[in-house]
């Protein structure tokens, strides 16, 4: 009965790695891949909201790779909006006070998604769009996206991708092979139209969605989330400008990265149950059949497999103990090395392991194509493979377990 | 705009999935017959090494003990023995054809330690027999436990010969074995040198029955018949050349 389980989740893993490379193979000479800056046919005025909350530290470069930005200044607005800060944040703002393109304002605590209303209340141009404060912005990035809008008008959201800042220990480096095949799986989501998340860092929205669908709501700390759900449930666009990059810097710590994965594992699941309508509903597309489903079905088979992998582990140390108690230490523990292939595991199953291993290799190299240019395998996807099928289904499990016992996960 | 469902490529890919499951599981039934047929081979080979024996026990009568060798059936038996437990663990082969290698497997040990019994009285070589009663199902903890006790005795003493036997076989020559030794259905059990003994042994008890009779190896590097993870099919027979 479990091996019937395995296989099914084995067949929907695969399945979802084939859609992905048959949308590839279908729509592959859609995908830009721009180089340099560009003009364009208009400049409409936008609107960048920095949510800022104890930020002191990242505050100025955050303001400087914004004013880096490549476009016309006139038509460039920032909102640096203080969430009640408790370090000296609004203090650091104040010499932005006097610069002509950027505007400053304090509120009462109230999380991300307040500041970020109260930047969308406050704004007059045709586009608004978040910065988190530890993100960077490549300097051509907004004129990308805005070419997206200026080509659609059905486009009324963008989504940069986002790529690692520069990376310096293992934790990182394995977080940017995730986020190189993150940018492969939001173009083709993109190109489906089934987008179900635009990060804080720096999605352009149409400001007009807001009066048709309300603002920012709290959903679990991944309003960003909920945000495009809601648009998906009205039928707008998202599109994903994978060629406007967005660098971030990610935890360093595999506390910090477990804390933002639970988070964002968390929000899913609860935003998902929040809009469980939407799955395998006949009004909506893609995101109904595939984003969604494929999403569970990710969280299901990162727990079975884990669940495997614990039960081999534990069988394995078991045997050791009787191995130990029948002949004590000096037994020879370790298993014989000789080769015979005989002994090689030629069960269907590990066939069809291989045959998915071998489709998240070709989307890992995808990946590394649309974010760095070049199709290639980083030497940090054997630690990357090997380090979050170990620790993602810790916050898989967690979350799962959050999400049923309704205990709220944290920003921090 | 997003109501449009393109179910024809639903249909593709599920279409694509399903050829590659099914090349799966074809290149892995194909490569477990391959193993299946490699384990009928061994089988041929350590029947020619019976034959040998046998001849080799005729000559026995006629010659010195000097021409005696050790090890009458070769160290293909304990392969065999490996990869026996190998396929039952990961459903090679039907379980009928298992079964019956399994069989040709306790009649050719049977035969040995028939064999080597005569041998070693004959030629006065020292040598110590276990005859090792398991039971092939996963809630014989004590089994494992005991072929684990088993093989690194063997390791310790080459000239102990240990001979393993299913006790649920349904194969006569065991069932007489089981009669002859009295062997209770309260497994593992071994017979060492004609004594029965019932219930799980660690290796220092049995080391203190077989002691005195063989003397231990310096460390040097054993050949290991056996996986130690064995259960099913444990500890066999050979000996260093």
């Known amino acids: 009965m479990s091996s019937i389980f395995m296989y099914i989740i084995a067949f929907f893993s695969i399945y979802v790695q084939i859609f992905f490379l048959v949308t590839f193979l279908e729509k592959r000479k859609k995908i830009q891949y721009r180089q340099g800056t560009m003009a364009l046919a208009n400049y409409p005025e936008v609107t960048i909201i920095v949510p800022c909350w104890n930020e002191e530290a990242t505050l100025d470069a955050t303001v400087a790779s914004l004013q880096a930005l490549d476009y016309p200044a006139h038509k460039l607005t920032f909102f640096l909006v203080d969430d009640g800060s408790t370090d000296s944040t609004w203090e650091k703002m104040q010499k932005y006070a006097t610069n002509n393109q950027i505007k400053i304002f304090h509120k009462e605590n109230g999380g991300k998604h307040t500041a970020m209303n109260m930047g969308i209340e406050m704004a007059t141009s045709e586009y608004v769009g978040c910065l988190d404060a530890d993100s960077f912005v490549d300097p051509v990035a907004l004129k990308r996206i805005i070419s997206y809008f200026n080509s659609d008008e059905k486009v009324m959201a963008v989504v940069p991708s986002i790529v690692v800042h520069t990376p310096k220990n293992l934790i990182q480096r394995i977080q940017k092979v995730e986020y190189n095949w993150g940018v492969y799986m939001k173009k083709m989501l993109a190109l489906m139209n089934g987008i179900h998340v635009t990060p804080g860092p720096f999605s352009i929205y149409r400001r007009e969605i807001f009066a048709q669908i309300g603002l920012f709501r709290r959903a679990h700390n991944t309003e960003d989330m909920e945000i495009a759900y809601r648009m998906q449930k009205n039928y707008m666009k998202i599109e994903h400008c994978n060629d406007a990059f967005v660098y971030t810097v990610t935890p360093d710590t595999v506390k910090k990265l477990y804390k933002q994965r639970l988070r964002w594992i968390y929000g899913f699941i609860k935003n998902t149950i929040d809009y469980r309508k939407m799955v395998f509903s006949k009004k909506y597309g893609v995101i109904s059949w595939f984003t969604l489903p494929s999403g569970v079905i990710s969280i299901v088979g990162a727990v079975t497999m884990f669940s495997l992998l614990a039960y081999n582990i534990g069988h394995f140390f078991f045997d050791k103990v009787l191995q130990v108690q029948a002949a004590g230490f000096s037994t020879n523990i370790m298993p014989s090395m000789k080769f015979d292939w005989f002994f090689i595991n030629t069960a269907a199953f590990n066939m069809v392991t291989i045959i998915l291993y071998i489709l998240l290799l070709i989307g890992l190299i995808l990946g590394a194509r649309l974010a760095e240019g070049k199709p290639r395998l980083s030497i940090n996807v054997i630690p990357f493979m090997l380090i979050y099928s170990v620790i993602a289904p810790f916050w898989i499990l967690k979350a799962v377990w959050n999400a049923v016992t309704s205990r709220k996960t944290s920003w921090r | ?241």
């Open chain 2, 1 to 241: 705009m997003n109501k449009n469902v393109d179910w024809k490529k639903y249909v593709i890919v599920f279409i694509i999935t399903l050829a590659l499951f099914i090349t799966a599981i074809i290149v892995s039934s194909s490569l477990n017959e391959k193993k299946f047929s490699s384990l009928k081979s061994i089988q041929d080979q350590i029947a020619v090494d019976l034959l040998s024996s046998e001849v080799q026990y005729s000559l026995l009568e006629e010659q010195s003990c000097s021409d005696v060798t050790n090890s009458v059936l070769s160290q293909e038996l304990g392969n065999f023995a490996d990869k026996i437990e190998y396929s039952e663990n990961n459903n090679i082969g039907s379980t009928s054809d298992l079964t019956d290698l399994k069989k040709n497997y306790s009649l050719l040990e049977i035969k040995d330690y028939l064999l080597m019994k005569k041998v070693t009285k004959r030629c006065g070589i020292k040598s110590s027999f276990i005859l090792y009663f398991y039971a092939n199902s996963a809630d014989c903890t004590d089994c494992t436990k005991q072929s684990y006790a088993l093989t690194s005795l063997r390791e310790k003493y080459p000239e102990l010969r240990v001979y393993s036997f299913d006790y649920n076989l349904d194969l006569s020559a065991v069932r007489a074995l089981i009669a002859i030794y009295k062997i209770p259905n309260n497994l593992p059990a071994i017979v060492i040198d004609e004594k029965t003994y019932a219930g799980f042994q660690d290796a220092t008890t049995i080391e203190k029955i077989i002691g005195p009779a063989l003397k231990p190896v310096e460390k040097k590097t054993t050949t290991k018949t056996k996986k130690s993870e064995s259960v099913s099919v444990p500890a066999t027979t050979t000996e260093s050349q």
